[in-house]
Structure formats: C-alpha cells, structure tokens
T-cell receptor, first 115, second 114 residues
Framework: DAGVTQSPTHLIKTRGQHVTLRCSPISGHKSVSWYQQVLGQGPQFIFQYYEKEERGRGNFPDRFSARQFPNYSSELNVNALLLGDSALYLC??????????????FGPGTRLTVT | GNSVTQMEGPVTLSEEAFLTINCTYTATGYPSLFWYVQYPGEGLQLLLKATKADDKGSNKGFEATYRKETTSFHLEKGSVQVSDSAVYFCALSDPIQGAQKLVFGQGTRLTINP
C-alpha cells in the first residue's frame, strides 16, 4: 500500500508570492494534519482536518489556510510568503482522531524555500 | 501548554555503544508519548509509542518507558549501529477541539561512527 504522498518535493518561491502544497493520505485514512519543520527544530502543528472539517489550528497567522477534499486529500495554502516561511512542510494522516485510530503516518514533506 | 524537552545534541557514539536520549514532558492529563525518527532527506517515521503510565514501547532494539512520576520517556538502545544515525524526536499527543495534535521536542541528532 502507498504511504502518505506529498507534492511537490521541493519548491522555490519569492517573498509575497502564494504557494499550494498537496497531500494524499493513506487509503482509508480520514484525517490529515499539517506540520511546519524549520531547519534544526521539531515540527510545529499547523492544522488538522477530519472528514473535510477543520478540527484544530496551531499558532499560525491567517496567511496559512487549508482544506480537505471528498477523497480526503488536502491542500495547504500560504499567502504573502515571508522568508521565515522557508521550512519542510509535513503532512500526516491517521484513520481517526483519538485512541488507537490516532497514530499518525508522515509523508516525506515538501521543502519550501522563500527568497 | 503542553511541551516536550529533549537532551541537546548532537550525540556521537561508536558502533555497539549504549544509547540514551533523554526526554521529559509537561502536560495536563495523561498524554500518549512517542518517539519518531527522521533519516536524512526523509519524513518522520514512528519508532515506538506508549499510551499510559509504566507502558514500555519497543521497536528495532529501541525501548522507552512512560514514567509518570518523573514525567519522562527516555529512549534507550543497548548496541547502536551505523544505520541508527538519524534525528530522533520525542513527542506527546495534545488534545484540541475533540481531536489531537502532536507536540514535538526539538530533536536530537545521533551519529554513529563505525
């Protein structure tokens, strides 16, 4: 079975631009979470979606938005890019939200560089 | 809020050495605890987990015990290999709005020399 897939692998953008990152969860998983990992740090939670509804949001500005589609894939959008948005963006999927269904499986990430 | 603190790295060991990476947490309630590993250029892989006090998670020779009294979840391995070189993250589950998020430590880079 395929794991969590993310696209693109790498991306270079200029300050002020907009970017869209994509994630496909493991088949049968209904929850997708997004994390930002700045170089040398642990991942920071951005969003969690379950059954196409936002279930949680981390301490990120409104420039960050996301959505989940009927097939449970997800997009992360970032507007008005800043240099500080340069990071590895990780997507994780899980069957559900709590208990034994919560175990999260991570994709390889999208490396975003803002110049 | 809930948080995780890991020992500072980097850690460099020789092959077959004993490994300990310290992890302590601050949390309300009783979170599940995790160790994730990140190999160069890759995403995170779940290494092991424990869901309640005194549980021991184990996988690939790695072990960690959920210690509620010391709020710790230290990662250990008796004999490390070169292939264990990676960044290790301790994490806990933090409930939000009827769901859960993972809160990670800052990571510990481990290098094993042959």
């Amino acid at each position: 079975d395929a794991g969590v897939t993310q696209s693109p692998t790498h991306l270079i953008k200029t300050r002020g631009q907009h970017v869209t990152l994509r994630c496909s969860p493991i088949s049968g998983h209904k929850s997708v979470s997004w994390y930002q990992q700045v170089l040398g740090q642990g991942p920071q939670f951005i969003f969690q979606y379950y059954e196409k509804e936002e279930r949680g949001r981390g301490n990120f500005p409104d420039r960050f938005s996301a959505r989940q589609f009927p097939n449970y894939s997800s997009e992360l959008n970032v507007n008005a890019l800043l240099l500080g948005d340069s990071a590895l963006y990780l997507c994780a999927s899980s069957v559900g939200l709590t208990g034994i269904y919560y175990e999260q499986y991570f994709g390889p990430g999208t490396r975003l560089t803002v110049t | 809020g809930n948080s995780v603190t890991q020992m500072e790295g980097p850690v460099t060991l020789s092959e077959e050495a004993f490994l300990t990476i310290n992890c302590t947490y601050t949390a309300t309630g009783y979170p599940s605890l995790f160790w994730y590993v990140q190999y160069p250029g890759e995403g995170l892989q779940l290494l092991l987990k424990a869901t309640k006090a005194d549980d021991k998670g184990s996988n690939k020779g790695f072990e960690a015990t959920y210690r509620k009294e010391t709020t710790s979840f230290h990662l250990e391995k008796g004999s490390v290999q070169v292939s264990d070189s990676a960044v290790y993250f301790c994490a806990l589950s933090d409930p939000i709005q009827g769901a859960q998020k993972l809160v990670f430590g800052q990571g510990t880079r481990l290098t094993i020399n042959p």
